[in-house]
């Protein structure tokens, strides 16, 4: 059984940090390409960040320079720290592990933390 579990979210200020995690269980996690992927309210699902099973990275321009994805092959698990946040950087956080980069995504998906950025 195929199990990912995102972890960190919560209520931060705008300008803060925020780090997420995601926890793989079930899959050979090595040969995965990891991604997290964000959904704001009336929105679609959009790509935020993903590493591959080699750990070349891909962003969003629009978090490019204030989020770092990274993963720990030892622990089954992936990272995604978000500095500089803002407003709209609120939505739900989505962790997803498919055998490769490609868009649209498929493979597993979590089921999401998450993420407000408010004064």
């Known amino acids: 059984q195929v199990q990912l579990v995102e972890s960190g979210g919560g209520l931060v200020q705008p300008g803060g940090s925020l780090s997420l995690s995601c926890a793989a269980s079930?899959?050979?996690?090595?040969?995965?390409?990891m991604g997290w992927y964000r959904q704001a309210p009336g929105k679609q699902r959009e790509l935020v960040a993903v590493?591959?099973?080699?750990?070349?990275?891909n962003y969003a321009d629009s978090v490019k320079g204030r989020f770092t994805i990274s993963r720990d092959n030892a622990k089954n698990t992936v990272y995604l720290q978000m500095n500089s946040l803002t407003p709209e950087d609120t939505a739900v956080y989505y962790c997803?592990?498919?055998?490769?980069?490609?868009?649209?995504?498929?493979?597993?998906w979590g089921q999401g933390t998450q993420v407000t950025v408010s004064s």
């Open positions: 997803n592990a498919d055998l490769t980069f490609r868009s649209p995504p498929r493979g597993y």
């Open positions: 590493i591959t099973r080699g750990g070349s990275t």
């Open positions: 079930g899959i050979a996690f090595s040969i995965y390409a």
